[in-house]
C-alpha cells in the first residue's frame, strides 16, 4: 500500500535500470528473491495500461554499466537518461526541475491572412468541372460544387429568390423540353445577375414532388404537355371557382398553345406553358420571354427592388 500511495502521489517515478532489475520486473530471477520489485512493476505496470502507455511520470534511468536492453519493454519507448554523464545527469535534472534546455518562443499576435480565392484553378478537379459546367444543363455547376462543399445545405445555392423550372422525365422531355427549359433558364440567370440567388434551377416533375418540403414556396415555370409533365397536368386540372378568371389561357401563335398563371401560398407566381407538340411548346416559350407582359411581369413578383 505504501508503494502503491507514493508512485500514485508522485510526479516522477525513477526506474534506476540493470540488468538484474529487469530480472526481477519481468519475474525471472531465482523463486523469492526480489519480491518487491515484482510488486512495484506490477504497479507500474497498471498505471501504464490505464494511461495507454501515454505517460510522463515513469523515467528510464541509466547508471555506468547498464544499457538500454536493460530497460524493461513498457518503457522502452520512453526517453532514458544515461547519468554516468555530465551531459545526461543535466538532462535529467533539466526534466525533474521544468528546465527545458530550449525555451519556448513566446506566442505572437495573429496574424490576418487573405481568404483564399475561387478559380478554377483551386477548385477540385478544375478541368473537368469546366468542362461540365460548359456541357451540362447546370452552367454554374463549379459555382455550385464550390459552395455546397463547404456546408451541404440547399441554403448554400437557393433561396426564395430561385426560380424552379420543372420539366418531364421522358426522352422527348429530356430531347427536346430540356433544350427549352435551359434557353429560359439561361434568360433567368442573365436578368437576375449579379445577385447570387436570382437564378433558375431545372428539376424534373419527379424533382419537385420529392424537394415539395424544401421548394413548394419557389415561384415555379412548368414547361411541358400535360402528357409529359405532372405539374403540367395538375395546372391543365384546375377548374376555376364560380366568378374566378381560369388560370389557363391561349397564347398566340398557330397550334395548339396554352399558358397557366397562379399564386402559391406566399404570393410567388406559378406558371404553366406547353403547347400540343414539342415545337408548340418551344414556341410558347420564347412568346413567353419575349412578352412584357408574361416574362417580366412574372420576375417583377419573384425579386422585388
Request: aromatic share 10%; proline share 6%.
Amino acid at each position: 500500500m505504501w508503494m502503491e500511495r507514493n508512485i500514485a502521489d508522485a510526479d516522477f517515478v525513477l526506474m534506476v535500470c540493470t540488468a538484474k532489475y529487469r530480472l526481477r520486473v519481468e519475474n525471472r530471477d531465482e523463486p523469492a528473491k526480489g519480491q518487491g520489485v515484482v510488486w512495484e512493476a506490477s504497479i507500474i505496470y497498471n498505471h501504464l495500461y490505464r494511461a495507454k502507455l501515454i505517460s510522463s511520470k515513469f523515467v528510464p534511468v541509466l547508471f555506468e554499466g547498464s544499457s538500454a536492453d536493460d530497460v524493461p519493454v513498457p518503457v522502452s519507448g520512453f526517453t532514458r537518461y544515461d547519468v554516468s554523464s555530465d551531459t545526461g545527469y543535466e538532462a535529467l535534472y533539466r526534466r525533474l526541475t521544468n528546465q527545458p534546455l530550449a525555451a519556448r518562443r513566446p506566442l505572437g499576435k495573429v496574424r490576418i491572412l487573405p481568404a483564399k480565392q475561387k478559380t478554377e484553378e483551386s477548385l477540385p478537379d478544375a478541368f473537368s468541372l469546366v468542362q461540365l459546367s460548359k456541357t451540362m444543363s447546370n452552367p454554374r455547376y463549379a459555382e455550385d460544387i464550390y459552395r455546397l462543399d463547404r456546408t451541404w445545405r440547399r441554403a448554400s445555392v437557393i433561396d426564395r429568390e430561385t426560380i424552379i423550372i420543372v420539366v418531364g422525365i421522358n426522352v422527348i422531355s429530356e430531347l427536346l423540353d430540356r433544350s427549352v427549359a435551359e434557353l429560359l433558364r439561361d434568360e433567368i440567370d442573365r436578368r437576375g445577375a449579379p445577385y447570387a440567388f436570382r437564378r433558375g434551377v431545372i428539376v424534373t416533375h419527379e424533382g419537385w414532388y420529392s424537394e415539395a418540403e424544401f421548394i413548394k414556396d419557389n415561384a415555379v415555370i412548368a414547361i411541358g404537355g400535360p402528357k409529359t409533365n405532372k405539374l403540367t397536368d395538375e395546372f391543365a386540372k384546375v377548374v376555376p371557382a364560380p366568378g374566378e378568371l381560369d388560370p389557363k389561357y391561349p397564347i398566340p401563335g398557330p397550334g395548339d398553345r396554352k399558358g397557366f398563371f397562379r399564386k402559391n401560398s406566399t404570393g410567388l407566381p406559378q406558371v404553366g406553358l406547353w403547347g400540343k407538340s414539342a415545337n408548340d411548346t418551344r414556341q410558347t416559350v420564347e412568346h413567353y420571354i419575349k412578352d412584357k407582359k408574361g416574362f417580366e411581369e412574372f420576375l417583377r413578383m419573384c425579386w422585388k427592388p
